[in-house]
């Protein structure tokens, strides 16, 4: 609601409660006390009134001479011939019809005026927070915000980590500022841009700053914003958004969660046919097909979903272009922290790199998260700049969760938790080309980690030999192989290295064909590849009891042989995973230095 029409609200307001106290102290002042007819009838008898008014409930009684305040006195009627019995005392009196139009009128006039007051201000403040514009009359209004170039504050300089969608979309706003450029050979600008990438990984960063860079009006909408209840209202919106980017062209236009909007028509039969979204999807479709190209408008969107998009939306004269924005690697995540550091105090002697090595598969937002927490850390502490061992508490603190020191572990358990979790260092340590190990401890945290071992990649790795998953399953279980050589039994902390461990021997199985028995079979059912629509859930292929069973025995053989090789190699450094148990429950974590101690032992063992 604008503030004119506040104000005229609160004038009304306050004109109704001033009549109201006016009238209020009208009666106070006019009002005469009633008293019994026996005393009205006493002073009529002792001719002390003059005059008397009759109405249709009661007889007011005028003083020949006042009694103190008293001018008049007033008492209900009850004698039915009055006039008879008034003549018998020889007083005036006449009969008044009492006018109550105003009283009547106000006791209708206003309640009507406060109901349509409250009724006003509550659906005006409904309107301005379900998009503004006013009222009803609005409600097929587009809710797009437009950016001008100060407004987003973003520019590429601001996006790291993503190269080569950078690149495309520095394209795309070299396209709106030089449009004839590239048109002198025939080219046309691309229609629409389609970033499609995991969560948290800058797809609308990258919009930004775009909006930042192009110097042209920017609309910027979710893909939820069209949805509403009434049928109709999303395609009124989308013509409206169209037509206000048609009048400030060149523009862009850019559609976050695209796949709010966008989902496959039919895909999911028997819920539904002709409804509200595929309506405004139909008319989303028409406007990309329908706007020129020489007039320099071009559609951005986002989504993380993409095998749900409609695939009219990705075919050629549409999102002619699908720009994949994925989780960055080593390089990028050093970009990426270079941008968020600037924010901070940061050590001179701190290497980004060392960081980086310790995030892999992070997102932009995982890393800006990261940076934040390693200040906060460093800030608990009381120290003048962030170093790495606050980088360190800070991934320790998103991965594992938040140290729980009070939670009271008695000797046995965290003698337990000690050897299982050097069993996995230990086991990892002594793997070729295995990942150093960073840090092991026994601290609780999160909501049911015992202790923790953190190994730090030193490289990005995209393909994964046999020999490497067996490796990395040996070391998944090198806890359960500890307690059991050192207990003789075993514990349910081994619960989540169980589950990863069977996953891992699966895929080796029944997707990547590993098993001589089976053979190069793929028993999964395959992944859809991004961007290539599959609205119905792949089937799983047909399989046999022999082979289900001839599966199941491969993926224990796999386990049970990585389960014995971590338990020789600890049996042959016992000696070596007591010691290193000792110190574990001595100090609670052993850094990367004090590990390094215990790799050089078994390196000349």
Do not use: C
Not at 69 to 95: C, M, N, Q
Not at 98 to 117: Q, Y
Not at 460 to 486: C, F, H, K, N, P
Not at 553 to 577: C, D, N, P, S, T
Request: aromatic residues 6%; glycine residues 8%; charged residues 25%.
């Amino acid at each position: 609601m604008d503030k004119k029409h506040a104000w005229n609200l609160g004038y009304w307001l306050l004109a109704v409660l001033a009549v109201l106290w006016a009238q209020q102290l009208w009666q106070a002042v006019v009002r005469v006390e009633p008293v019994p007819y026996s005393e009205f009838e006493k002073a009529l008898a002792e001719h002390r009134i003059d005059e008397v008014t009759i109405t249709d409930r009661t007889l007011t009684g005028h003083l020949k001479v006042p009694d103190g305040r008293k001018t008049a006195l007033v008492a209900t009627r009850v004698e039915p011939d009055i006039a008879d019995w008034l003549d018998k005392y020889g007083v005036r009196y006449s009969r008044v019809v009492e006018n109550t139009l105003l009283r009547d009128l106000m006791s209708w006039i206003v309640p009507a005026l406060v109901f349509i007051g409250l009724w006003y201000f509550v659906i005006r403040r409904m309107a301005d927070r379900a998009g503004g514009m006013g009222g009803f009359l609005s409600i097929g209004k587009s809710r797009a915000k437009v950016y001008v170039q100060a407004d987003t504050g973003v520019t590429f300089a601001d996006v790291a980590g993503v190269d080569e969608a950078r690149a495309e979309l520095a394209e795309v706003v070299d396209f709106l500022k030089n449009p004839k450029q590239y048109g002198r050979l025939g080219a046309h600008i691309p229609r629409g841009v389609l970033l499609v990438g995991p969560p948290g990984t800058g797809k609308t960063l990258l919009a930004k700053a775009v909006a930042g860079e192009a110097a042209v009006p920017f609309f910027s909408i979710s893909g939820s914003e069209f949805v509403e209840m009434f049928v109709g209202v999303g395609a009124a919106r989308v013509r409206d958004l169209f037509e206000q980017a048609r009048q400030r062209a060149p523009a862009i236009i850019f559609i976050d969660e695209l796949d709010a909007l966008g989902r496959a028509r039919g895909a999911f039969g028997g819920l539904g046919g002709h409804d509200e979204k595929e309506q405004t999807l139909n008319q989303l479709l028409a406007e990309m097909d329908g706007f020129d190209t020489s007039v320099g408008l071009i559609i951005l969107a986002a989504t993380n979903r993409p095998e749900v998009l409609d695939p009219a939306l990705l075919r050629a004269g549409r999102f002619d272009r699908q720009v994949l924005v994925d989780r960055p690697d080593r390089k990028g995540r050093i970009d990426i922290l270079e941008v968020h550091v600037r924010k901070i105090t940061l050590d001179p002697a701190l290497v980004l790199d060392e960081v980086a090595a310790l995030t892999p598969g992070f997102s932009g937002a995982d890393l800006a998260n990261l940076v934040n927490e390693a200040a906060l850390a460093a800030t608990r502490r009381q120290a003048a700049a962030v170093q790495m061992r606050d980088f360190t508490a800070a991934v320790e603190r998103i991965v594992a969760g938040l140290e729980r020191r009070s939670r009271l572990i008695n000797d046995k358990e965290r003698r337990w938790v000690a050897y299982h979790e050097m069993g996995h260092a230990l086991v990892a340590l002594s793997m070729p080309d295995g990942d150093p190990v960073h840090k092991v401890s026994i601290i609780p945290r999160g909501i049911g980690a015992l202790g923790y071992t953190i190994q730090r990649q030193s490289e990005d790795r995209y393909l994964s030999t046999r020999g490497e998953m067996q490796r990395r399953i040996a070391v998944l279980l090198g806890g359960r192989a500890a307690e059991l050589l050192v207990f003789d039994e075993f514990s349910s902390g081994a619960a989540d290295d169980l589950a990863r461990a069977t996953a891992i021997a699966r895929e080796m199985v029944m997707r990547h064909g590993m098993d001589e028995g089976i053979g190069p079979v793929t028993i999964e059912p395959p992944q859809s590849n991004l961007l290539e629509v599959t609205p119905m859930p792949a089937a799983r292929p047909p399989v046999s009891e022999a082979l289900q069973q001839r599966v199941d025995e491969a993926v224990r053989g796999i386990l049970w042989a990585a389960l014995g090789r971590a338990r020789a190699l600890l049996q042959r450094h016992r000696e070596l995973l007591d010691r290193s148990a000792r110190e574990l429950l001595e100090k609670e974590t052993l850094d990367e230095a004090a590990i390094a101690v215990y790799a050089q032992a078994l390196h000349k063992a």
